[in-house]
């Protein structure tokens, strides 16, 4: 496939970088149940659309999160525009995470609620808070470095076919999700 892409100067990109931050066993040591406590909610604020916000961000929280048992997906208030949908939607697991539009100058966000404490990350600004009723302090990630990251991992795996189909077989799942969403609108 790459040498067909190179051969027919086709420039190949991927999408989804977040998912290979050096950090990320950082940030999962924080989702344990010692320190946010059982998950009861979360809340996706986003103002770019499905394809481009949602995704991503659904593609990033399955990355702790088993996906594959989403339970009722419930549309509110949905807009279709330019290709994308924008409105406000849930979705279940073992827990709800709620899709909301927020107005465009707010921050784009992700709350991960639990019982102990919660985390907030500031997508735009690539920041992770951590808050507990005694604590609030920033949770150390390198998500500014996403597209380098990523690149090292493609330079540093390009011939581990192994770890390559985890990510390709991730980016699927990510659009199997989509389209169940997709097809309640």
């Known amino acids: 496939f790459f ?5 027919s100067g086709i420039n190949i990109f991927m999408n989804y970088t977040r998912i290979f931050s050096k ?12 320190k946010i406590g059982n998950i009861n909610k979360i809340e996706i604020f986003y103002s770019k659309g499905l394809f481009n916000s949602c995704s991503h961000y659904i593609n ?25 949908f924008f409105g406000n939607f849930s979705i279940r697991l073992n827990f709800i995470i709620n899709f909301i539009l927020n107005k465009k100058k ?11 404490g919660y985390i907030q990350y ?5 920041k992770i808070i951590f808050f507990s009723k005694k604590k609030k302090f920033l949770i150390k990630n390198d998500f500014i470095n996403d597209q380098k990251n ?14 390559c189909y985890k990510i390709f077989d991730q980016s699927i799942k990510t659009l199997t999700i989509i389209n ?5 609108f």
Not at 3 to 7: D, G, Q, R, S
Not at 106 to 116: F, H, L, P, T, V
Not at 180 to 184: H, L, P
């Open 3 to 7: 040498k067909y892409c190179k051969k």
């Open 23 to 34: 950090k990320l066993k950082i940030f999962t040591s924080y989702l344990k149940k010692n």
């Open 60 to 84: 990033f929280l399955s990355l702790f999160f088993k996906f594959k048992n989403i339970k009722n997906i419930k549309v509110k208030k949905i807009l279709k525009k330019n290709g994308d």
């Open 106 to 116: 707010e921050d784009e966000r992700i709350n991960i609620i639990g019982s102990k």
């Open 122 to 126: 500031l997508i735009e600004k690539n």
């Open 150 to 163: 990523m690149i090292d991992f493609v330079k540093n795996n390009f011939n581990s076919r192994i770890k």
């Open 180 to 184: 169940k969403i997709c097809r309640k």
